[in-house]
């Protein structure tokens, strides 16, 4: 679906209406591309969220030059943003497809302050990487 102009928007994407103004949303920054949005479930202080206003679901279907524009707007605002909440350090999450943990599919980059001993949990366990899979992923993925 095509409308308002350029912008490519899907009707039953609850992100589509937020980033275009459709949903009141607690806008932290917009511009022609993006608005960034405080995330209503946010894992600390200051968690936002970049939403694309155009709609694409994920990394897969994002253009590399929105894309590129995302980390560039990223790097703009984590900056800012630090300074503003006094935090100590950010994590950006970019979650794609469901075993990816993606919930909302409409593409998002996380930014999550991160403040000494915040206790947000989020990660993953860390296992060995060893010789057979070294030899095996260097095959597929070099
Ligand atoms: P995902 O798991 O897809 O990477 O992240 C989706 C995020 O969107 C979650 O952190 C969730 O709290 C947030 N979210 C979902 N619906 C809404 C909403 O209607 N408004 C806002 N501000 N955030 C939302
Ligand atoms: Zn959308």
Request: proline share 3%; charged share 25%.
């Amino acid at each position: 679906m095509r409308n308002e102009g350029t912008t490519m928007k899907d009707s039953n994407c609850i992100f589509c209406k937020l980033a275009n103004g459709e949903i009141p949303t607690t806008t932290v920054y917009e511009d022609d591309d993006f608005r960034v949005i405080l995330d209503a479930n946010p894992a600390t202080r200051g968690h936002a969220l970049i939403l694309p206003k155009e709609h694409c679901a994920n990394i897969y279907e994002i253009s590399e030059e929105l894309a590129a524009k995302a980390m560039k707007l990223a790097k703009k605002l984590v900056t800012e943003f630090t300074e503003k909440l006094g935090c100590d350090g950010y994590n950006i999450v970019q979650n794609n497809g469901e075993a990816a943990g993606q919930t909302v599919f409409h593409f998002h980059m996380h930014l999550i302050p991160r403040y000494k001993d915040d206790g947000a949990a989020f990660g993953w366990h860390m296992s060995e990487l060893t010789d057979d899979q070294k030899v095996e992923l260097l095959e597929i993925l070099k």
